[in-house]
């Protein structure tokens, strides 16, 4: 066999080879898409959030906040 030949078969079998692996790949997502919705059909629907209930801070919350805080500060100087 002479250079051009050998040459010419590399690259055919480069060709096949990537060919395969992209068909696989192709394959594989296909699949997973195809997991994923029906997975999606499957599943429960979620319930709503509830709403986070909200409440006004007044002077009152933010000393004890001020002292919840400067406590913490002091226990963590402070360890046992």
């Known amino acids: 066999m002479n250079d051009s ?13 990537m060919g395969i ?31 986070l209930a909200h409440r006004s801070i007044g002077s009152g919350d933010s000393e004890d906040l001020i002292a919840v805080i400067s406590a913490a500060i002091a226990r963590y100087r402070h360890p046992r």
């Open 21 to 51: 692996v992209y068909g696989f790949l192709l394959l594989l997502v296909g699949i997973l898409r195809l997991m994923s919705r029906v997975a999606l059909r499957l599943a429960p629907d979620e319930p709503p959030p509830a709403p």
């Open 5 to 17: 030949s050998l040459l010419f078969e590399s690259l055919w079998l480069m060709v096949i080879g």
